[in-house]
């Protein structure tokens, strides 16, 4: 099999599928933007030294995939998006370039897309490459990482009472091109029963759709059995700061337990949902992944009460840390818990069951080791980058074989 991959950022379920595709010979090329040394080879030294832009392109490295597999892809509108992004109260216009990077990178990597068996890309940037794909006779196979444009925007509605014009709408003309991205897939990569059902209800067949639950880097996140118990109970958020996480719903939470402690870290999203803290919440600014692991292993509880997330990789490394996590129902990840048994969870929007929850958590530290040492054995029973990214090249295989036979 000959594999072409397209992802715009690094995306960790599209690049363990690249990084496994690699492995196995069957990787032709990885198209990206951003990639680190490409950068670092055309801007000056005295930029490339400021500590910003090493943060950022420590994230933009690609380790396990070879240098000459990277396609390097639409960099200037890459980068206006990542300094769009640093600055203050400019969300809407973040959002706007956000969406032109990845339709320039998509025209780019659809101009060249070389001869493939099977064509990966990723929601939101792959409308003209998958287009591309078939025109070729490739399999185009869509990542299809997060909730429905419709049901994202439905569950900001009546979940976190947004109403007209918000940057945390997804446009209309974004749906639009989401839209067309499934009707050029062959197959639809999606992590959760959650967003599988928003995609069933409409009218793709069963067979187009695969289930297959993201991975975990369960090295990086680890218990610490040495840890000093903390002097209060410290609850633990790691996501963008939005509505669409949920994050009015658990400052609310937060104000009904003042004994413990609330630690936010994360992007800027929606700043203003910052105003007012309760004096048992901070937000500190987004983390190194090395940082994050650390505040996990210190964490005593972990918290994520989104009002619709797809898959959020935070709430699995959190279980991989031997911490109790909190999410609720409209949370992919709520398809890895077992209720009682190795976390809980509660009803999406309801801040007085999320209250209650954290609670019984912060109340009881044998439940609290309890369904942590369970959450611990649950991900890494099964929850492998390594083993997702078998399961995606087993499926993408699979759907070129009944090709040949069909």
């Not at 070729?136 to 997060?146: C, D, E, P, Q």
């Not at 979940?159 to 639809?188: I, T």
């Not at 994050?247 to 800027?268: E, H, K, N, S, W």
């Amino acid at each position: 099999m000959k594999l072409v991959v397209a992802t715009p950022y690094p995306e960790g379920s599209i690049l363990a599928i690249a990084r496994r595709a690699a492995d196995d010979g069957s990787l032709r090329a990885l198209y990206t933007s951003g990639h680190a040394p490409a950068i670092a080879r055309w801007l000056p030294d005295r930029i490339v030294t400021a500590s910003g832009l090493r943060r950022y392109l420590r994230r933009r490295e690609l380790p396990g995939i070879p240098s000459g597999l990277v396609k390097d892809r639409a960099d200037g509108p890459e980068l206006a998006r990542a300094v769009v992004a640093h600055i203050p109260h400019m969300q809407a216009l973040g959002s706007r370039t956000m969406y032109a990077a990845k339709m320039a990178f998509d025209r780019a990597v659809a101009r060249e897309l070389p001869p493939a068996d099977a064509v990966v890309g990723i929601y939101g940037s792959a409308a003209l490459t998958l287009r591309t794909a078939r025109r070729m006779g490739a399999l185009a196979v869509l990542n299809f990482v997060s909730s429905h444009p419709a049901e994202q925007n439905r569950y900001l509605r009546e979940l976190a009472g947004l109403h007209g014009p918000n940057h945390e709408f997804v446009p209309e003309r974004v749906a639009q091109r989401v839209e067309r991205e499934l009707s050029f897939a062959d197959l639809v990569l999606v992590p959760s029963r959650f967003v599988a059902n928003q995609l069933l209800e409409r009218g793709l067949s069963e067979s187009r759709v695969a289930v297959i639950p993201y991975g975990v880097d369960l090295r990086a996140f680890s218990p610490d059995t040495g840890r000093t118990p903390n002097a209060r109970v410290c609850c633990l958020y790691v996501g963008q700061v939005c509505h669409r996480k949920g994050i009015p719903v658990l400052l609310r939470a937060a104000r009904a337990l003042p004994d413990v402690q609330f630690v936010l870290t994360g992007p800027l999203v929606t700043p203003s949902l910052l105003r007012g803290l309760p004096p048992n919440a901070r937000w500190m600014r987004p983390l190194p992944h090395a940082d994050v692991a650390a505040l996990m292993r210190k964490a005593d509880i972990f918290v994520l009460p989104a009002v619709e997330d797809a898959y959020p990789l935070a709430a699995l490394e959190a279980m991989a840390s031997g911490v109790p996590v909190v999410v609720t129902d409209h949370v992919g990840t709520s398809e890895a818990i077992d209720p009682g048994l190795n976390g809980l969870v509660v009803p999406a929007g309801d801040h007085t069951a999320l209250a209650g929850a954290l609670r019984r958590l912060a109340d009881d530290a044998d439940l609290r080791s309890r369904m942590g040492a369970a959450g611990r054995s649950r991900v890494a029973g099964g929850h492998s980058w390594g083993q997702y990214a078998t399961q995606v090249l087993s499926v993408i295989e699979g759907a070129l074989s009944g090709r040949l036979h069909g």
